[in-house]
């Protein structure tokens, strides 16, 4: 029998619910203020944010780790060590899927550490009475064990709490974290495993410092310090993968992580060890008889069928093996996980010429432009290689726990079976309706959606370049509207722009789309009046 479209339109609408039902959802925890800006505790926010978190953790909650945290805060742009208002808070929460956040304050008097906290209902905006506690300064962590008790009393610790480290060397591992310069990081950081001899978040966050400094051989020797008892131990064997590989052992990379992967570990875990098994082959460059690229990289992708990072990597490996239709499949997945993505449109654009798509081929080299300046470095390079695509495109999984591309809420449930046309509009239009209510988290779920089933739709495409303007996100406002102008051209979409660049303070690029506006639509009022704006009239 053959089900409507709207059906089941309607099913995937409940399916988020009926999960939010049965699932507590995710918390996230904010470093707490500083209320008096009292020097002593400039390290005790970020602290309270880490003991809260494995608190919750130990108690079965979904606590989002900090590396999660921090790649929010990079990626709306919002400086770390800032004070955010409640609005932008709840921002980063509805960002990373969290149900619930956690913020709090530190203040001492005297000896006696004084922390305050209370969580935010995001589905509600409701707050929650305030929790406080206190003790002194000396018995930090039994104050955040309470802390944490009181916040979710209903549940008890799971596991056995690993034993904590001195509280200097705690500080030191903190301020090391919080540190703005390499080296400052790497003194504190060292600073708190020689208090603590074997501190194995101290030994990773060190091995992260000597990665991004490219300094391989120290990062290796960092990873292995771990010690084989701590619970950190799978995560420092994968550290020490990735410096094999940066340093191209790629024997011993290779079996370190075909080691990793075959321990049949939760699903992200094992998708980026079979990740950057298929990098370890791009980068070995010739034939192996240990298994070609995509071998590994469809093993990463059965694995973890969302990370946009492991599909882009699926699609680059086939096109470098000349199997184009593997490699337009693979990065036209990637595009419905991440639609403003330049170096999947520009390979996905490779891949279509050497298919013989010409047209398609130019659109989306043209849209790989628009997104980014690099592409016209992309090109040259592959000219000079003689290869479709330049080679060190691949994405290398440093964070095992870090999946690549779209957040949680972005990747709906398998398509096969949907009347696609049909079920796009269908969240299309639920999109527009949430748009104009102003219910823009759901809104960009819905047009999400859309574009999963119909990548190049100019409208969805503008809603939710005007969601990203209206929230303050004016990079991702630009790359919306540019594939919604790409997509169709509307004189909507580049009034928006214009007032997106008029935000950024770009007049140039504001002036140029008004005017060709104004082409378009002689008679458009409302270019009219941003251009005399712009101009001061």
């Given at each position: 029998m053959r089900v409507p479209a709207r059906l089941i339109a309607l099913l995937l609408l409940l399916l988020p619910i009926q999960a939010a039902a049965q699932s507590p959802g995710r918390v996230l925890v904010m470093p707490f203020e500083n209320s008096r800006r009292?020097?002593?505790?400039?390290?005790?926010?970020?602290?309270?944010?880490?003991?809260?978190?494995?608190?919750?953790?130990?108690?079965?909650?979904?606590?989002?780790?900090?590396?999660?945290?921090?790649?929010?805060?990079d990626e709306l742009h919002l400086p770390s060590a800032a004070t955010l208002s409640r609005a932008t808070v709840i921002k980063v929460g509805e960002f990373v899927g969290a149900s619930e956040i956690i913020v709090g304050s530190v203040a001492v008097d005297g000896s006696t550490l004084i922390v305050e906290a209370h969580s935010v209902r995001i589905d509600v905006g409701r707050l929650q009475p305030n929790v406080t506690e206190r003790g002194p300064l000396t018995e930090t962590f039994p104050i955040f064990e309470r802390t944490a008790g009181r916040l979710a009393p209903e549940l008890k610790p799971r596991s056995v709490r690993p034993s904590r480290p001195p509280l200097e060397a705690f500080e030191d591992f903190v301020k090391g974290l919080m540190a703005e310069s390499a080296a400052s990081r790497a003194t504190f950081l060292e600073s708190a495993i020689a208090l603590n001899p074997g501190y194995d978040r101290a030994l990773l966050a060190l091995w992260g410092v000597r990665n991004d400094q490219g300094d391989h051989?120290?990062?290796?020797?960092?990873?292995?310090?771990?010690?084989?008892?701590?619970?950190?131990?799978?995560?420092a064997r994968f550290a020490a993968a990735v410096s094999l590989l940066e340093l191209k052992n790629f024997d011993d990379a290779l079996e370190s992580f075909k080691s990793l992967a075959e321990a049949q570990s939760d699903r992200a875990f094992t998708a980026s060890a079979y990740?950057?098994?298929?990098?370890?082959?791009?980068?070995?460059?010739?034939?192996?008889?240990?298994?070609?690229p995509t071998y590994f990289l469809t093993k990463a992708a059965d694995a973890d069928p969302g990370d946009g990072d492991v599909l882009f990597n699926l699609g680059y490996a086939y096109l470098l093996e000349r199997n184009h239709q593997g490699a337009v499949y693979w990065l036209r997945e990637t595009l419905r996980r991440n639609p403003a993505d330049p170096d999947a449109h520009y390979v996905l654009g490779a891949a279509l010429a050497l298919g013989g798509s010409p047209v398609e081929a130019a659109r989306e080299k043209e849209l790989a432009r628009q997104?980014?300046?690099?592409?016209?470095?992309?090109?040259?390079?592959?000219?000079?290689?003689?290869?479709?695509?330049?080679?060190?495109?691949?994405?290398?999984?440093?964070?095992?726990?870090?999946?690549?591309?779209?957040a949680r809420e972005q990747v709906p449930v398998n398509s096969a079976q949907r009347e696609q046309r049909e079920l796009a509009v269908f969240h299309l239009d639920r999109g527009r309706r949430l748009f104009e209510r102003e219910e823009d988290r759901q809104a960009l779920v819905e047009l999400r959606r859309a574009i999963y089933l119909s990548p190049y739709e100019a409208s969805a495409?503008?809603?939710?370049?005007?969601?990203?303007?209206?929230?303050?996100?004016?990079?991702?406002?630009?790359?919306?509207?540019?594939?919604?102008?790409?997509?169709?051209?509307?004189a909507e979409a580049r009034i928006a722009l214009a007032e997106t660049y008029m935000k950024q303070q770009n007049t140039a690029g504001a002036r140029t789309e008004l005017e060709r506006v104004l082409v378009m639509d002689p008679t458009s009022a409302e270019a009219k009046r941003l251009l005399a704006t712009l101009l001061g009239k």
């Open positions: 009292d020097a002593r505790l400039h390290w005790m926010g970020e602290a309270a944010a880490l003991l809260l978190t494995d608190e919750l953790e130990l108690r079965g909650i979904d606590a989002i780790p900090r590396a999660e945290r921090i790649r929010a805060f051989t120290a990062a290796l020797a960092a990873a292995r310090a771990v010690p084989e008892t701590s619970a950190l131990v799978r995560q990740n950057n098994l298929g990098v370890v082959q791009l980068r070995r460059g010739a034939a192996s008889q240990s298994g070609l997104l980014s300046s690099e592409s016209a470095d992309l090109e040259r390079r592959a000219a000079a290689e003689k290869l479709p695509v330049p080679r060190g495109l691949e994405r290398l999984r440093v964070d095992p726990d870090l999946r690549g591309g779209a495409h503008l809603l939710i370049g005007r969601i990203h303007l209206r929230a303050g996100h004016f990079n991702e406002a630009v790359d919306a509207l540019k594939i919604s102008i790409w997509s169709a051209e509307t």
